[in-house]
T-cell receptor, first 113, second 113 residues
Framework: DGGITQSPKYLFRKEGQNVTLSCEQNLNHDAMYWYRQDPGQGLRLIYYSQIVNDFQKGDIAEGYSVSREKKESFPLTVTSAQKNPTAFYLC????????????FGPGTRLTVL | EDQVTQSPEALRLQEGESSSLNCSYTVSGLRGLFWYRQDPGKGPEFLFTLYSAGEEKEKERLKATLTKKESFLHITAPKPEDSATYLCAVQPPGGGATNKLIFGTGTLLAVQP
């Protein structure tokens, strides 16, 4: 089955720690995205990548970093510089060749202790 | 500023009681409008894409329509399994290769048996 996987499902972080969230897709999609979802707010774009070895900041990139070394993978690191990291993180991918629908993974819930 | 507003924030229906959810937007020159369904603790599931005013899409008990300023998600004879949060997102023009989406905050639908 083709799809997007995210791991872990739940993640707990202590103050001052960096953590990395995994996102993998086997849909052969070119573009990948990271969003953050908080209660009462719409999804907000953190980073996106249109092609391997290239990525751009979204609306709320401060305190986050990404890499895109493989087409299938787009990991997100939440650094200690992110002041309020507790949230639900969603990874998405898009074909980009005429169809603009973004498809989402199951999400990772990050809690700072 | 491009904005997406969904109403109502929450809606409670009896099983079989049809209704509509609204998504209004201020984006000019819309490239696409997307509807998603999100169950608690899960990633959004793609439902529909609409590209031009007058367009309609249907899937089981759901029908999405689009005008120049808003979209409606009509739910006909809903069942308890239709309970979820429904998200609307728009793709503004001039996004280039980013295909950036702007999300509304969603409508939480509860269908009671």
């Amino acid at each position: 089955d083709g799809g997007i996987t995210q791991s872990p499902k739940y993640l707990f972080r202590k103050e001052g720690q960096n953590v990395t969230l995994s996102c993998e897709q086997n849909l052969n999609h070119d573009a990948m995205y990271w969003y953050r979802q908080d209660p009462g707010q719409g999804l907000r774009l953190i980073y996106y990548s249109q092609i391997v070895n290239d990525f751009q900041k979204g609306d709320i990139a401060e305190g986050y970093s990404v890499s895109r070394e493989k087409k299938e993978s787009f990991p997100l690191t939440v650094t200690s510089a992110q002041k309020n990291p507790t949230a639900f993180y969603l990874c998405a991918s898009m074909n980009g060749r005429g169809k603009n629908e973004q498809f989402f993974g199951p999400g990772t819930r990050l809690t700072v202790l | 500023e491009d904005q997406v507003t969904q109403s109502p924030e929450a809606l409670r229906l009896q099983e079989g009681e049809s209704s509509s959810l609204n998504c209004s937007y201020t984006v000019s020159g819309l490239r696409g409008l997307f509807w998603y369904r999100q169950d608690p603790g899960k990633g959004p599931e793609f439902l529909f894409t609409l590209y031009s005013a007058g367009e309609e899409k249907e899937k089981e008990r759901l029908k999405a329509t689009l005008t120049k300023k808003e979209s409606f998600l009509h739910i006909t004879a809903p069942k308890p399994e239709d309970s979820a949060t429904y998200l609307c997102a728009v793709q503004p023009p001039g996004g280039g290769a980013t295909n950036k989406l702007i999300f509304g905050t969603g409508t939480l639908l509860a269908v009671q048996p």
